[in-house]
């Protein structure tokens, strides 16, 4: 066991944590529709002025092949960064959570957030922050279960939960 945990430990020492401290965001930001970034330019070289982007467009490794899915899948910039394709080999964080709200413009948005991100969005509901009281706002499990939303949330995505069937 004690070789397994050095193998790992080594295995973990090739990639790069640069840079990895979480980017906070603010919740108002919800409100508005989301500024998808110009995929003209390369990935690496993205300015982010929105805490989510497209999964389409994420590369994790220098000419990697487009992601072909919907361009309003999306994720959270805490996720991955553009600016670490460039500082070498990063171990992706695994998705676990689903974030879904609704903008000012009433269109259904989802994004896969970090652990991190959801449980701050958990602990905003349950004190009944006055920015995210008025939000329709919920949590998903990568499985369809509900987590957490806020009381005005119209589960914008309902989906019969697995112990529902």
């Excluded at 993205?46 to 989510?52: G, M, T, W």
């Excluded at 992706?92 to 896969?112: M, R, Y």
């Excluded at 987590?147 to 019969?160: F, I």
């Amino acid at each position: 066991q004690e070789q397994e945990q050095q193998k790992e430990q080594e295995m973990m020492k090739q990639f790069s944590r640069e840079g990895e401290s979480a980017r906070s965001w603010r919740v108002d930001q919800l409100l508005v529709p989301p500024v998808i970034p110009d995929s003209s330019q390369p990935f690496s070289q993205l300015v982010l002025e929105y805490p989510f982007y497209p999964v389409a467009l994420l590369e994790v490794a220098q000419d990697m092949e487009p992601l072909r899915c919907p361009r309003d899948w999306m994720v959270s910039d805490n996720w991955f960064r553009p600016r670490w394709l460039a500082s070498g080999a990063r171990r992706l964080k695994n998705v676990a959570v689903l974030l879904e709200w609704e903008a000012e413009s009433g269109h259904p948005l989802s994004a896969a957030v970090t652990l991190a991100e959801a449980e701050s969005l958990r602990w905003l509901i349950h004190k009944a922050h006055p920015k995210v009281s008025e939000l329709s706002l919920g949590l998903r499990l990568l499985d369809g279960r509900l987590l957490d939303a806020t009381p005005v949330t119209c589960l914008l995505y309902t989906s019969p939960s697995p112990r529902d069937s």
